[in-house]
């Protein structure tokens, strides 16, 4: 893939994941000229998604599918956005950005902690165990993690789907979710308690499930926090991905 490519990639990836994920928690799905969008899935805001506008109209039309719901939610603005930052702050307000990193999986850096494994979820028991961990430190915590876990339950345990728990000494210590679309590998859901942070365990996690992933790039959005960490793996930084928010008032 050149960069361009990648990029593109990049994108849709987070897009088909989002779209998948709400479409499994009821949401209302969009995906026309106008605009691609799941919004009245979720309880959390980012998983209330526009990824995609050509038309000033999905702005308002938008805003008011979330007031309908009485939900919040976020537009997902990358190079492809063919709405204007400015039109989009006339609903929404700016809510920071996550760099959109992506690296050939046979390129990755070793990393490995001792005493740490790696196992995929398979069933409904294994989800739960992961659910319970995720929720110990990711976003907003328990209410976001049994959201995830609802979703994953419907939408099962087989390709597109990867679901990982670390385990360190035989303790739940971490997850991640891989996500195969758009031609490449998404990771998403790294997480690490927070007693064991600090210990290469996030790292070890993210090389362990995409070393294995079957595609030739792997790519992510990162947080301010996972960026460093993905960068000692080989990730480069190729587009950043704007986000912006509304949320109901009272």
């Known amino acids: 893939m050149d960069d361009a490519e990648l990029v593109r990639a990049i994108e849709d990836n987070a897009a088909e994941l989002l779209m998948a994920m709400g479409a499994a928690g009821g949401g209302e ?3 026309d000229a106008v605009a ?5 899935g979720s309880p959390i805001d980012y998983h209330n998604a526009v990824v995609a506008a050509s038309d000033v109209r999905a702005v308002a039309d938008s805003l008011a599918l979330l007031k309908k719901h009485g939900v919040p939610g976020n537009w997902h603005v990358g190079p492809s956005m063919k709405i204007s930052r400015d039109t989009i702050l006339a609903g929404f307000a ?4 996550e760099p959109g990193m992506a690296v050939r999986i046979d390129e990755l850096v070793p990393a490995e902690v001792p005493g740490l494994s790696l196992t995929r979820v398979g069933d409904d028991d294994a989800l739960a165990v992961w659910e319970a961990t995720l ?3 990711f976003g907003e915590g328990e209410r976001e993690a049994r959201w995830v876990a609802s979703v994953y339950q419907k939408l099962g345990y087989d390709d597109p789907w990867q679901h990982y728990i670390g385990r360190l000494d035989g303790a739940p210590v971490g997850t991640a979710t891989v996500f195969l679309g758009a031609g490449v590998a998404g990771l998403y859901f790294v997480m690490t308690v927070p007693e064991v942070r600090r210990r290469g365990i996030g790292a ?3 090389y362990g499930a995409l070393r294995d992933a079957g595609t030739e790039y792997a790519v992510l959005e990162s947080s ?8 000692r793996l080989g990730f480069r930084e190729y587009c950043t991905i704007e986000l912006y928010e509304w949320a109901p008032t009272g």
């Open 29 to 31: 799905q969009r995906d």
């Open 36 to 40: 691609r969008w799941t919004i009245g």
């Open 94 to 97: 700016a809510a920071g950005s």
């Open 135 to 137: 929720g110990q430190g």
């Open 204 to 206: 070890a996690i993210t």
């Open 224 to 231: 301010p926090a996972g960026r460093s960490v993905y960068e």
